[in-house]
């Protein structure tokens, strides 16, 4: 059983920036893992951020293209996501997923149903 502890959120202004790790324990390593970002706004449906398969691919929701990077150091089995530029509409609780086995196709990076281990999250408030 995989467990997946967020570190990083906060409160930030308008073009601000965060990064976000994502410890994974009970597991001897995460290389064999696809793993993600995902958030959810009040009100809406937890969305895919970011994701990065087993062999390092990654790929990114349209609205943060070019502003959020996510990495991973499976040697410290941890994820982490730059966050830079950030707006208001980021607002939300950031959660780091993992699921065993590469992705058969890319969008399942940024599909929730297709990760089994979640962390509890970590909050980002963007203010104007």
């Known amino acids: 059983q995989v467990q997946l502890d967020e570190f990083g959120g906060g409160s930030v202004q308008s073009g601000g920036s965060l990064r976000l790790s994502c410890v994974a324990s009970?597991?001897?390593?995460?290389?064999?893992?696809?793993m993600g970002w995902f958030r959810q706004a009040p009100g809406k449906e937890r969305e895919g951020v970011a994701g990065?398969?087993?062999?390092?691919?990654?790929t990114y929701e349209d609205s943060v293209e070019g502003r959020f990077t996510i990495s991973r150091d499976n040697a410290k089995n941890t994820l982490y996501l730059q966050m830079n530029d950030l707006e208001p509409e980021d607002t939300a609780t950031y959660y780091c997923?993992?699921?065993?086995?590469?992705?058969?196709?890319?969008?399942?990076?940024?599909?929730?149903?297709?990760?089994?281990?979640w962390g509890l999250g970590t909050q980002v408030i963007v203010s104007a």
């Open positions: 990065i398969d087993t062999n390092g691919h990654t």
């Open positions: 009970e597991v001897s390593s995460i290389t064999p893992y696809r």
């Open positions: 997923a993992a699921e065993a086995g590469a992705a058969g196709h890319e969008w399942y990076l940024l599909a929730p149903p297709k990760f089994s281990y």
